[in-house]
């Protein structure tokens, strides 16, 4: 059964109505035609049998007694096979102008009279009907032999949509899309390849989470325990000492702060292809857009060595470098300069240190950096000094 409103149906409503339209306009030219043809045809006999006439009508002219015409057997009956009808013989002193349906020859005789011979053209008329009927019914065949062959090779065609449309209900984790004809067309094969090429990322995706959680649960374990230590030993030895609890704890919060934050930057892979792309450019308007932040802290910037084009994911990068001189933004000292070098497919970030520790310094900030490197292709370096911190990219 065919929806209404259904691709198939569609397609195939689309080509009858191109037809019916080719149909009209052959239509309308073959009448043009057929009445052309029938008409001059009927026009050169009409002028043929009044020639003929003329030597019986040229003695008497006018006050010939054209009867004998009508008696002539050839003379009828080959006007009449040619469709004349109503065949009247008659003469009148000025040009007969023929009336409405009326097919007229005239001679004019030599005292200026007109021989005229008339016919209706009913017959003409009769007979481009009857073509118009025939080829209706021929259409009206043809429209249902090609709807009914359209539907068939059009559900051939499309067959392999629907497979993929039940594949994409009863998905499991694992599944590829597969086609199970072999003539299939390109383009739904390239259907199949895109909807492959998706899964994968998304599956790829939900594994990132799973490393994501599984490594931010083991990590965040640690500091949580050692809080819960501490509470306890607080609770139980009344000579602690209350300051040094407070800076323990407030060395704690620290480090679980910034592990959770690091584990809040995870979010940060995107689907993208690759493209070229100039890193000056990119680094400059990512830096455009957090220059409120750098003036608020009486931080500058500066940008060294030469502009390289870079062909990987785009938005990851920016998403990366972003994350990159945050960090460096956030924890490099007031009213410091913060470095950026680029030189032979490398970008190095260098801050000076202010207070806090730098969200890269965490085990979880470095594990980023490693996926990262993987998705974008390069390796990486951190170089955590007494008085500065720098984060070196070294793209492949």
Same mark, same amino acid.
């Given at each position: 059964?065919?929806?209404?409103?259904?691709?198939?149906?569609?397609?195939?409503?689309?080509?009858?109505?191109?037809?019916?339209?080719?149909? $009209?306009?052959?239509?309308?030219?073959?009448?043009?035609?057929?009445?052309?043809?029938?008409?001059?045809?009927?026009?050169?006999?009409?002028?043929?049998?009044?020639?003929?006439?003329?030597?019986?009508?040229?003695?008497?002219?006018?006050?010939?007694?054209?009867?004998?015409?009508?008696?002539?057997?050839?003379?009828?009956?080959?006007?009449?096979?040619?469709?004349?009808?109503?065949?009247?013989?008659?003469?009148?002193?000025?040009?007969?102008?023929?009336?409405?349906?009326?097919?007229?020859?005239?001679?004019?005789?030599?005292?200026?009279?007109?021989?005229?011979?008339?016919?209706?053209?009913?017959?003409?008329?009769?007979?481009?009907?009857?073509?118009?009927?025939?080829?209706?019914?021929?259409?009206?065949?043809?429209?249902?032999?090609?709807?009914?062959? @359209?539907?068939?090779?059009?559900?051939?065609?499309?067959?392999?949509?629907?497979?993929?449309?039940?594949?994409?209900?009863?998905?499991?984790? @694992?599944?590829?899309?597969?086609?199970?004809?072999?003539?299939?067309?390109?383009?739904?094969?390239?259907?199949?390849?895109?909807?492959?090429?998706?899964?994968?990322?998304?599956?790829?995706?939900?594994?990132?989470?799973?490393?994501?959680?599984?490594?931010?649960?083991?990590?965040?374990?640690?500091?949580?325990?050692?809080?819960?230590?501490?509470?306890?030993?607080?609770?139980?030895?009344?000579?602690?000492?209350?300051?040094?609890?407070?800076?323990?704890?407030?060395?704690?919060?620290?480090?679980?702060?910034?592990?959770?934050?690091?584990?809040?930057?995870?979010?940060?892979?995107?689907?993208?292809?690759?493209?070229?792309?100039?890193?000056?450019?990119?680094?400059?308007?990512?830096?455009?857009?957090?220059?409120?932040?750098?003036?608020?802290?009486?931080?500058?910037?500066?940008?060294? @060595?030469?502009?390289?084009?870079?062909?990987?994911?785009?938005?990851?990068?920016?998403?990366?470098?972003?994350?990159?001189?945050?960090?460096?933004?956030?924890?490099?000292?007031?009213?410091?300069?913060?470095?950026?070098?680029?030189?032979?497919?490398?970008?190095?970030?260098?801050? $000076?240190?202010?207070?806090?520790?730098?969200?890269?310094?965490?085990?979880?900030?470095?594990?980023?950096?490693?996926?990262?490197?993987?998705?974008?292709?390069?390796?990486?370096?951190?170089?955590?000094?007494?008085?500065?911190?720098?984060?070196?990219?070294?793209?492949?």
């Amino acid at each position: 059964m065919i929806k209404l409103y259904s691709l198939k149906s569609r397609i195939i409503l689309f080509f009858l109505l191109l037809s019916s339209v080719y149909f $009209i306009i052959n239509m309308i030219l073959n009448i043009i035609y057929i009445h052309n043809e029938k008409r001059e045809g009927l026009e050169i006999l009409m002028s043929h049998a009044i020639n003929e006439s003329y030597d019986y009508v040229k003695k008497y002219q006018e006050k010939t007694n054209l009867f004998f015409l009508y008696e002539i057997p050839h003379m009828t009956s080959v006007l009449e096979k040619s469709g004349a009808r109503n065949i009247e013989f008659f003469f009148t002193p000025k040009e007969y102008k023929p009336q409405k349906n009326e097919i007229v020859v005239s001679k004019k005789l030599p005292n200026g009279y007109y021989f005229n011979l008339k016919s209706t053209d009913n017959e003409i008329k009769k007979h481009i009907y009857e073509a118009i009927f025939k080829s209706t019914m021929q259409h009206l065949l043809y429209l249902v032999i090609f709807g009914i062959l @359209g539907m068939y090779f059009i559900h051939k065609m499309l067959l392999p949509l629907s497979h993929i449309a039940q594949q994409c209900k009863n998905y499991k984790d @694992g599944n590829e899309f597969y086609l199970n004809d072999r003539f299939v067309s390109s383009e739904i094969e390239e259907l199949k390849r895109v909807l492959n090429t998706l899964v994968r990322r998304f599956e790829e995706l939900r594994k990132k989470d799973k490393e994501i959680f599984a490594e931010a649960t083991h990590e965040l374990k640690t500091p949580l325990a050692i809080i819960k230590a501490r509470v306890d030993s607080y609770k139980e030895n009344e000579s602690h000492s209350k300051n040094k609890f407070i800076d323990s704890i407030n060395e704690d919060i620290k480090r679980l702060y910034l592990e959770i934050k690091s584990m809040l930057y995870f979010n940060i892979f995107d689907f993208d292809e690759k493209e070229e792309f100039s890193i000056l450019d990119e680094i400059k308007q990512s830096i455009l857009k957090v220059e409120i932040l750098l003036k608020a802290r009486g931080l500058e910037y500066e940008i060294n @060595g030469s502009d390289f084009m870079l062909e990987t994911r785009k938005k990851l990068f920016i998403k990366m470098f972003n994350s990159i001189f945050e960090n460096a933004l956030t924890y490099a000292k007031e009213n410091s300069k913060i470095i950026i070098e680029l030189e032979n497919k490398t970008l190095k970030v260098r801050n $000076i240190k202010g207070s806090g520790n730098n969200l890269f310094s965490s085990k979880l900030g470095t594990k980023i950096l490693k996926k990262l490197s993987i998705e974008l292709e390069f390796t990486f370096n951190i170089k955590d000094k007494k008085d500065s911190y720098e984060v070196a990219i070294y793209f492949n």
